[in-house]
């Protein structure tokens, strides 16, 4: 008898976990698709020891600035349609797509974590914080991005994900601004060669 009681509560427990990740999935989407501007500050940290810092802005859908302090002297702009990447100590210019990107997942206008294009990988959350790993169905090279969020309130602090030499990046943000109005200029970067053509816009 007690076998049998303790095989209904396991499975009553497992079925009230899976409906409590399930509700908190849904509020993670609501959250991102909610928010519509952020600027932050930023520290990133490398498993291969590497630090930077700078300052983050993101005006959704799809734009993005990273202005990376000294010593480090990188600009990473998004206006919709590509991706600069900016070495301005060498002087060097690279354009990026959207879709090599897994971070440009929190820039979509339209998130959907529903197991078809974005599945869940890992799920955790204590009394402070909420992690989630979110997978690519049809994914090619990229890999995972893990979001950490705050409990109460509810507020993106983290990012991480792995590069393509097996380099576990995380970015961590402070100072937080959320769905204030910023300068368009923000996600403009003129340079001297002409733009890409037909780049795909992100998710």
Known sequence: ??????????????????????????????????MQSMEAEFVQMSSNGGTAEGRLFIEKPNKIRMEYAAPTNVLIVGDGNYI?????????VTHIDYEDIPATLILAKDIKIDGKKIKVADFYQDSGTTSITLDYAEKGDLGPITLVFS????ELKQWKIVDPQSV???????????????????????????????????R
Request: proline share 2%; hydrophobic share 35%; charged share 30%.
């Open 151 to 154: 409990n109460n309130p509810m």
């Open 84 to 92: 600069v990447y900016n070495d301005t100590d060498l002087d060097q």
């Open 1 to 34: 008898m007690k076998t049998a009681f303790a095989f209904i509560a396991a499975l009553f427990f497992s079925a009230s976990a899976q409906a409590q990740s399930a509700e908190n999935i849904k509020k993670i989407e609501t959250y991102l698709n909610n």
């Open 168 to 202: 576990e990046v995380t970015v961590s943000l402070y100072n937080i601004k959320k769905d204030g109005a910023l300068d368009e200029k923000l996600f403009k970067f003129k340079d001297k060669k002409s733009s890409p053509k037909n780049y795909k816009k992100k």
